[in-house]
């Protein structure tokens, strides 16, 4: 694993979406090396190295790690340090970041049927997964994602999954909205995830195994009934965060 480095970087790209959620691009100085899954450090305040690291906070990588100088977060606004990045930060802005950290990595998929199941923005680390597939960089039998949002307006990376749907064999998508989408869609259904009906679809597969990334009340609900469908707790791997 890549040892983790402080990386002097500067917003070129700002994309924002309902309720605040923002996707920010980043161009570092030099070439980062990050594994899909797992996350970075990220300071707003510049970074003297005579000083101690300056304030900041976790956001998973989103895109894929092509050893170039392109870096992705995608956040939701939770606090005064997330709403001081969506308000003071500008194309042009410089940051700090430190990466890679993080256990929460897919080397466990090779050759596996995986599922990922996503509330809101803990669809980031799968995007930066779902990404290094599209470039033949992780190989699985099979992945599913089920993706959870809670209208219609956070649904924001239907394109990367319909591309994913058209060129990944073993793909497919189901997205989850809790209020405001016709259930008469391919790949849409109204209502939250249904827990006990994914797991009952998808554990009978010997080489099943589970990545959750969202709400802690979403991963447990996912984790508790996994378990009690038979799956062992090693094929069960989560990013929980609040």
């Not at 003071?88 to 410089?94: H, M, R, T």
């Not at 984790?223 to 038979?230: A, M, S, T, V």
Request: aromatic share 12%; with cysteine; hydrophobic share 40%.
């Amino acid at each position: 694993m890549a040892a983790p480095r402080k990386v002097r970087a500067t917003v070129t790209g700002i994309q924002r979406y309902e309720g605040e959620i923002t996707l920010f691009k980043l161009q570092t100085e030099v070439p980062c090396r990050f594994k899909p899954g797992q996350f970075l450090h990220f300071a707003i305040d510049p970074y003297d190295p005579s000083f101690n690291w300056p304030e900041s906070r976790v956001f998973s990588i989103a895109n894929a790690p092509t050893g170039d100088t392109e870096i992705e977060i995608l956040i939701s606004p939770k606090g005064t340090f997330t709403q001081r990045m969506i308000h003071d930060l500008q194309i042009g802005s410089e940051a700090w970041i430190k990466l890679p950290f993080g256990v929460f990595n897919f080397d466990s998929s090779i050759g596996k049927d995986v599922v990922l199941v996503a509330g809101g923005t803990g669809i980031s680390p799968f995007l930066s997964f779902l990404r290094s597939q599209l470039e033949k960089e992780v190989s699985c039998k099979s992945v599913q994602l089920y993706y959870g949002v809670r209208n219609p307006g956070l649904i924001i990376f239907d394109g990367l999954l319909s591309e994913c749907a058209l060129n990944l064999p073993g793909f497919n998508y189901h997205i989850y909205c809790e209020r405001g989408l016709s259930a008469d869609t391919t790949f849409q259904h109204t209502g939250m995830l249904p827990v006990s009906e994914i797991v009952k679809s998808t554990a009978s597969s010997p080489s099943v195994v589970y990545y959750l990334s969202g709400p802690a009340a979403m991963i447990g609900a996912f984790e508790k009934e996994i378990l009690r469908q038979g799956v062992s707790g090693e094929r069960v791997i989560y990013d929980r965060w609040e």
